[in-house]
T-cell receptor, first 113, second 109 residues
Framework: EAQVTQNPRYLITVTGKKLTVTCSQN?????MSWYRQDPGLGLRQIYY???????DKGDVPEGYKVSRKEKRNFPLILESPSPNQTSLYFCASSLFSGSYEQYFGPGTRLTVT | DQQVKQNSPSLSVQEGRISILNCDYTNSMFDYFLWYKKYPAEGPTFLIS?????DKNEDGRFTVFLNKSAKHLSLHIVPSQPGDSAVYFCAAYYDKLIFGTGTRLQVFP
């Protein structure tokens, strides 16, 4: 089954404790992206990757890191999480950067206390 | 600066009636528009799209209308069904996808 998977689905952590949210897709997509969803703000792009070893900042990259060492994986790293990073996170992928339709993972709900 | 806006955070419609979800945008460079549907505890899924060279696209019960002069698009669902209850995001594409804030649709019996 073609899908985007994320782990963990739910995470509660404390300020400053490094964490990684994994994302993997099995569709051989070149383009991958991370979004956060917050009430009243919709989906905002954090980082994106047009291909292996090519990543760039989205609209809200502060406090986040990413890496793209393999085509299928695109982990999101929070080196020192803060309470304002409490949010619902989605990983997405598409065939290439100009593809309009993106396929989303199920989401990771993160709470930072 | 919100380039894509959905001014109605929620909408309640009776089953069988028409649901109309609206979306406004500010950037005239957007050349493609999409609607995504999101159920609780799931990621958004693509629903329907329209190119900027068209003014209407239909797919079963779902129709998207684009009014470029007004920078406005709308999603019509006819007839509405309880299973349509979800959050709907409009999105616009220029060099990347920009999402609106979402509208929660509730279809009641």
């Amino acid at each position: 089954e073609a899908q985007v998977t994320q782990n963990p689905r739910y995470l509660i952590t404390v300020t400053g404790k490094k964490l990684t949210v994994t994302c993997s897709q099995n569709m051989n997509h070149e383009y991958m992206s991370w979004y956060r969803q917050d009430p009243g703000l919709g989906l905002r792009q954090i980082y994106y990757s047009m291909n292996v070893e090519v990543t760039d900042k989205g609209d809200v990259p502060e406090g986040y890191k990413v890496s793209r060492k393999e085509k299928r994986n695109f982990p999101l790293i929070l080196e020192s999480p803060s309470p304002n990073q409490t949010s619902l996170y989605f990983c997405a992928s598409s065939l290439f950067s100009g593809s309009y339709e993106q396929y989303f993972g199920p989401g990771t709900r993160l709470t930072v206390t | 600066d919100q380039q894509v806006k959905q001014n109605s955070p929620s909408l309640s419609v009776q089953e069988g009636r028409i649901s109309i979800l609206n979306c406004d945008y500010t950037n005239s460079m957007f050349d493609y528009f999409l609607w995504y549907k999101k159920y609780p505890a799931e990621g958004p899924t693509f629903l329907i799209s329209i190119s900027s060279i068209k003014d209407k696209n239909e797919d079963g019960r779902f129709t998207v209308f684009l009014n470029k002069s007004a920078k406005h698009l709308s999603l019509h669902i006819v007839p509405s069904q309880p299973g349509d209850s979800a959050v709907y995001f409009c999105a616009a594409y220029y060099d990347k996808l920009i999402f609106g804030t979402g509208t929660r649709l509730q279809v009641f019996p």
